[in-house]
């Protein structure tokens, strides 16, 4: 590196805001979160100061009952082909977590704001495997819109995860496949039933990173492929109920200069201190081929003792590009080593890259004020600079064309 890394690190929230992504548009900052029952973004000119400076919007919240009213999970806000969209995961309250699916909103075009006009319910994503399924995020690769997303095993023919030792159908054994999470979330973890009963099914205690094509942003174009397995050692928590090899809450990120491009994931079980942020690189070729992604061999954000002083448990992180080739990452972390799924805050933290990738610092730093000070100056003044409503580039020309395209032929309301 050509300067030390700063590793500041600040807290936006006194409250739990677990699973946060943040997105930009118009000088605004715009945060989604896991809130459980129902679905909200805050709106804010000001990322530092989002919680008090913020107008929040109750963008939607299933009728009682339905089979999609119950444990919402980690809602993420996409501006894609002219629209905005909300993906998120839901499940059954009769049923419980072993029901959960992923879902889609459907706000206005995105030539507007996202809070400005009500949103729609669009249902389960069409053509999609009927899998346990959470996480799911939607970046583009070279023009194509794919979907990854942590889920359970769809069959016994997939590679699982077994104290250690694993199956590999259809893999070469040279080939390092990722890992996967279950059991990060709310109120049951995966191999947990919705009644609170331990399952005897092994694939209850393993969750994958999926890949799939979208044909559209509701409709799949693909089969989902595994090109994560929980294959490291960190990547396991044991308790009581067993071994959890856990990969889930993928998200895109690409270096300011494109030489990296990949996923970052999270790991382990989100309800311990051991939860971590790894990373796998995109190395090129066909994107559904999972010798096309390289795990990282060691973990890019983690707690290395649980006697620190923390905070403990990073992970589902969101990644922001600035301006002036500066990315951060908005994560959730707990104060306390044995906080669980209580009082997991949004951080956020500054993004570097080596020639091996993202970097993050050898340690989860110390909340410093004359640190945090640092970045609160940096991220406002990169804000300034992005304060003028536009998109840059062929795809920001693209997005904006897609916008005016969908009004015209009366797929928008008029402003």
């Not at 279950?182 to 331990?198: I, L, P, R, V």
């Not at 559904?288 to 954000?301: E, V, Y």
């Not at 590009?321 to 500054?350: E, L, S």
Request: charged content about 20%; glycine content about 10%; overall charge negative.
């Amino acid at each position: 590196m050509h300067q030390p890394y700063d590793d500041s690190m600040i807290t936006l929230t006194s409250i739990g805001t677990p699973d946060p992504f943040v997105h930009s548009f118009c000088g605004r900052y715009y945060l989604t979160y896991t809130a459980g029952d129902r679905i909200e973004i805050w709106s804010s000119r000001s990322l530092v100061d989002i919680e008090e400076s913020s107008t929040r919007h109750h963008i939607w919240k299933p009728p009682q009952g339905t089979n999609h009213s119950a444990d919402i999970w980690a809602p993420e806000l996409h501006a894609l082909r002219g629209r905005w969209y909300i993906y998120y995961a839901a499940a059954d309250p009769k049923i419980g977590n072993k029901s959960h699916r992923m879902y889609v909103l459907g706000g206005p075009s995105t030539s507007k704001d996202p809070c400005s006009e009500q949103w729609e319910f669009l249902g389960r994503i069409q053509d999609m495997p009927d899998q346990w399924a959470i996480d799911g995020t939607v970046f583009e690769l070279d023009d194509q819109l794919y979907l990854a997303y942590s889920g359970w095993p769809i069959d016994d023919r997939e590679p699982q995860h077994s104290d250690h030792d694993y199956i590999r159908h259809g893999y070469p054994a040279q080939h390092n496949l990722g890992s996967t999470d279950e059991s990060k979330h709310h109120t049951h973890h995966g191999n947990t039933s919705s009644d609170g009963n331990t399952t005897a099914n092994t694939s209850d205690l393993v969750q994958n990173i999926f890949l799939m094509r979208l044909h559209n942003p509701l409709t799949a174009g693909s089969k989902p492929v595994p090109v994560s397995l929980p294959q490291q050692p960190w990547e396991i928590t044991r308790d009581h109920n067993g071994a959890h090899a856990i990969n889930e809450g993928p998200q895109w990120l690409s270096s300011p200069d494109g030489r990296w491009r990949g996923l970052v994931y999270s790991c382990a079980g989100s309800w311990t201190h051991e939860y971590k942020m790894a990373t796998l690189k995109y190395r090129g070729g066909e994107p559904l081929d999972p010798s096309s992604w390289q795990k990282s061999k060691a973990p890019l954000l983690q707690t290395h003792k649980r006697s620190g002083t923390g905070p403990f448990g990073p992970g589902h992180g969101s990644f922001l590009d600035i301006g002036g080739g500066n990315i951060i990452a908005v994560y959730h972390a707990t104060d306390g080593p044995d906080d669980g799924w209580g009082n997991r805050r949004a951080r956020v933290q500054r993004v570097t890259f080596t020639e091996k990738g993202p970097y993050m610092g050898k340690s989860f730093g110390v909340e410093s004020p004359s640190k945090g000070a640092g970045l609160v100056a940096r991220i406002k003044a990169m804000m300034h600079r992005k304060e003028k409503c536009s998109l840059t580039g062929a795809g920001g020309l693209r997005a904006f064309l897609e916008a005016r395209q969908m009004e015209n032929e009366g797929k928008t309301d008029e402003m």
